[in-house]
């Protein structure tokens, strides 16, 4: 147990070490992982996850922004870091100098990115469907046409699936269109005597639901942490995850509550009851989520302890009438296990109207992430 905070994330490498391998399992045997490691690899610390997965022989990495890039390059990350969005032309030196590799957004970007006179690595965006980054499926001589540019060097043509983690028959309908528009236009680069890029179109939900494709890279993202997006996804995959990531506080002190008593901003919370709260070091300047505000629950000593109250920029109170014993400084679990309970991420964000991508990557700044590994 970490000591020394009065919030924190704890992150289990063994556990993101089974993860690796579980993808590996069923993907195909010659292609290779390419983590999304963006937004500070979704709340768990982009530098230790990036340098546990090198270690386990990941040589692939995405990311958001060059900023993000950077980091890891300085951090000792080797291999490809291929940048997923836009990055400003005045930035287009560091693409260089830290080997970088840019996602062409559409045409017009890769002749901005070829008047650079910068030699440039590229991966090109194709749409397929989703309608936001790259072009269309069909415009293949704007596609072809990148292959003139001086400067850009293509290394990579990928395209994303939008829902892949569906279960309807209309959206496996999308996902297998979006796989065709995707192949026939590798197929045209191909018969155009195009060849010697990689090839990447899956996402987490993507291979765990689609395993059969066969490309260069899977940009596995939110599963590689252990969690889905939400608790009602299906995954039809047979693939053993665990989660990587903890998320913990600590009892700052304990009041006694008075039937027809109101608690915290907006008094939003009145006690029906004698009752026992507990204040906890930990809100929303930390990404716990207001809309958490009188809903859910976290683990105390094994039991749960309803949120009620607004939750604060640096506090929120938990219900702890029935927990004994209970003591100021007591671990308490957002995230986790404590005694044979558990919450998941994706659980806690379906409390909060949201997904577990969403509420991992806004896990604030100032909580230490703490790396375990397991003996």
């Not at 340098?51 to 490809?80: D, P, T, Y």
């Not at 996602?103 to 890769?110: F, N, R």
């Not at 989703?130 to 069909?138: D, N, Q």
């Not at 989660?243 to 009892?251: C, D, E, F, Q």
Request: charged share 25%; with cysteine; hydrophobic share 35%.
């Amino acid at each position: 147990m970490y000591q020394k905070n009065r919030a924190w994330v704890e992150i289990d490498l063994e556990n993101l070490k089974n993860n690796i391998r579980q993808f590996r399992k069923i993907l195909p045997p010659d292609c290779e992982l390419m983590p999304a490691v963006k937004a500070n690899a979704y709340g768990h610390g982009a530098v230790p996850v990036s340098l546990e997965l090198q270690k386990n022989k990941v040589e692939n990495f995405c990311v958001a922004s060059a900023e993000e890039g950077i980091e890891l390059r300085e951090a000792g990350i080797k291999g490809q870091i291929l940048i997923l969005g836009y990055t400003h032309p005045r930035l287009f030196p560091e693409l260089c100098a830290y080997k970088l590799t840019q996602t062409v957004v559409d045409e017009k970007y890769a002749r901005v990115l070829d008047q650079s006179g910068k030699k440039l690595s590229v991966h090109v965006g194709i749409d397929t469907g989703m309608h936001r980054l790259g072009e269309r499926s069909t415009d293949t001589e704007k596609i072809l046409n990148m292959w003139n540019l001086k400067n850009v060097r293509i290394t990579g043509v990928y395209s994303h699936l939008c829902v892949s983690d569906g279960s309807t028959e209309e959206e496996r309908a999308f996902t297998q269109r979006q796989i065709k528009r995707y192949d026939e236009l590798i197929r045209t680069l191909h018969y155009a005597g195009i060849t010697g890029f990689q090839t990447h179109l899956q996402g987490s939900y993507g291979v765990m639901n689609y395993s059969d494709l066969h490309y260069d890279l899977a940009r596995v993202g939110i599963a590689l942490y252990g969690t889905l997006s939400s608790p009602e996804d299906v995954v039809r995959s047979r693939i053993h995850l665990e989660p990587v990531l903890s998320l913990k506080a600590r009892i700052e002190c304990i009041h006694l509550l008075h039937s027809g008593e109101r608690v915290g901003y907006g008094l939003t919370y009145t006690a029906q009851k004698e009752m026992k709260i507990a204040v906890v070091s930990i809100g929303y300047a930390d990404g716990i989520p207001r809309q958490l505000s009188n809903k859910g629950y976290a683990l105390v000593n094994g039991q749960k302890a309803a949120l009620i109250g607004r939750v604060c920029m640096d506090q929120l109170f938990l219900d702890v009438t029935n927990i004994s014993p209970i003591n100021p400084g007591d671990e308490v679990v957002f995230i986790g296990e404590s005694g044979e309970k558990k919450i998941s991420a994706d659980r806690i964000a379906n409390w909060a109207g949201t997904i577990s991508n969403e509420f991992l990557s806004r896990l604030g700044a100032r909580l230490p992430r703490v790396t375990i590994l397991k003996t």
